[in-house]
């Protein structure tokens, strides 16, 4: 079992930057997959960024590509989401995600291939 949770959404001005965390309690094995999700209301999750434990290796949604950094920090357990140039249209609830399973992130970021998840955090993006 793995429990997540996120911090640091907020209200920024378009182009403007914020920095997510999420910090992760329980078994280390559960989460060899890491990402982070976005959902508006009356719409999907979108799934924009993961990270695999084992390499280090990210892939972005391109909606984010070059703007959103992921990273994490294994020795603390944290997970980390760095967002600049931020738009409009990137408001949204942010979701922190864990996967025991290392192959999720062989593909596209996709909800279903996680288990862990946080509550989330509100990024709201004016212009």
């Known amino acids: 079992q793995v429990q997540l949770m996120e911090f640091g959404g907020g209200s920024v001005q378009a182009g403007g930057r914020l920095n997510l965390s999420c910090v992760a309690f329980g078994d280390g094995a559960g989460s060899n997959c890491m990402g982070w999700f976005r959902q508006v209301p009356g719409k999907e999750r979108e799934g924009i960024a993961h990270?695999?434990?084992?390499?280090?290796?990210?892939d972005y949604d391109a909606s984010v590509k070059d703007r959103f950094t992921i990273s994490r920090d294994m020795a603390k357990n944290m997970l980390y989401l760095q967002m600049n140039d931020l738009k409009p249209d990137d408001s949204a609830m942010y979701f922190c995600a864990a996967s025991g399973d290392g192959r999720a992130c062989f593909y596209p970021p996709q909800d279903v291939m996680y288990q862990f998840w946080g509550q989330g955090t509100q990024v709201t993006v004016f212009s």
């Open positions: 990270i695999y434990k084992g390499t280090g290796v990210t």
